[in-house]
């Protein structure tokens, strides 16, 4: 069964710093995988998404990678501010087990300090 | 503006009064689910719908119905709602199944308090 592993489950930063987040799944055979952002009181926001076939995808100062073989993905958060605090959440979408069903980490809660 | 919307926001109601959580999208999404979220053990699925009149169990589907009759609604069903179900339940909605590689969009939460 695809088991998703987040480390840490909470981080500190300074302002500024760069940052790397970590993302670990049990089963290689992923369709994708899904970084997403919770601020408290709110939904889940989609950031990025890596198809199986992909190594990494960017959106603006974020920066997703994909090992596949190696069952890791990170998230990288250059140049951080304190509106990056949130947690954040990677997810899987596994072959095999139901079509339907994203199997989720159980997140990163980032601090940024001004 | 496109979005996902869950109705009501915050919910307390009693053992074995039957509730219903809306949930409505108007992005054209063809597949929908719901998921709850607790601490300790994150967002699990109870149920999605990969388009109109098609739904399928999640990881915890028991205790919860859904129907999808339309393509923009995905209510989730307590027939009888226990105190285990006290949660935060999110809606969420993609254009394809999520195995076509498309963004899930979730709604904003309801609090269900079941005393």
């Known amino acids: 069964k695809q088991e998703v592993t987040q480390i840490p489950a909470a981080l500190s930063v300074p302002e500024g710093e760069n940052l790397v987040l970590n993302c670990s799944f049990t089963?290689?055979?992923?369709?994708?995988l899904q970084w997403f952002r919770q601020d408290p009181g709110k939904g889940l926001t989609s950031l990025l998404l890596i198809q199986s076939s992909q190594r990494e995808q960017t959106s603006g100062r974020l920066n997703a990678s994909l090992d596949k073989s190696s069952g890791r993905s990170t998230l990288y958060i250059a140049a951080s501010q304190p509106g990056d605090s949130a947690t954040y959440l990677c997810a899987v979408n596994a072959y095999g087990g139901s079509q339907g069903n994203l199997i989720f980490g159980k997140g990163t809660k980032l601090s940024v300090k001004p | 503006e496109a979005q996902v919307t869950q109705n009501p926001r915050y919910l307390i109601t009693v053992t074995g009064k039957k509730l219903t959580v809306t949930c409505s999208q108007n992005m054209n999404h063809e597949y929908m689910s719901w998921y709850r979220q607790d601490p300790g053990l994150g967002l699990r699925q109870i149920y999605y719908?990969?388009?109109?009149?098609?739904?399928d169990k999640g990881d915890v589907p028991e205790g919860y119905k859904v129907s999808r009759k339309e393509k923009r609604n995905f209510p989730l069903i307590l027939e009888s709602p226990s105190p285990n179900q006290t949660s935060l339940y999110f809606c969420a909605s993609s254009f394809q199944g999520i195995s076509y590689n498309s963004p899930l969009h979730f709604g904003n939460g309801t609090r269900l308090t079941v005393t």
């Open positions: 719908s990969m388009n109109v009149e098609v739904t």
């Open positions: 089963d290689s055979a992923i369709y994708n």
